[in-house]
């Protein structure tokens, strides 16, 4: 009965993840694509740890453990970035 829903799950989550390309493309501010980058981020892990349980792969929530951490130091790391006069208009 409930065989669809891990795999419906996934799906969802990757149009969700194509969706967020048109934001990374359009973004009118570099701040609006690094949001879409985390967006991407959050997503791949939620995917990945679907994809563990659906297909019986603890290794996948390894990979989703590297994604969580990576996502953690980039936000950091562009936090950090200085801005320019242009950049706060």
Known sequence: MM??????????LL???????????????????????????TT????????????ALPALRDVALLFVMLAAIISVAFAGLPTTDEERR
């Open 15 to 41: 149009l969700n993840l194509a969706v967020g390309m048109i934001r990374v493309y359009r973004g009118p501010t570099p701040a609006d694509r690094m949001l879409a980058a985390l967006l991407f981020g």
């Open 44 to 55: 791949t892990v939620a995917v990945l740890l679907v994809l563990a349980e659906w297909m």
């Open 3 to 12: 065989g669809w829903f891990l795999p419906a799950t996934a799906l969802v």
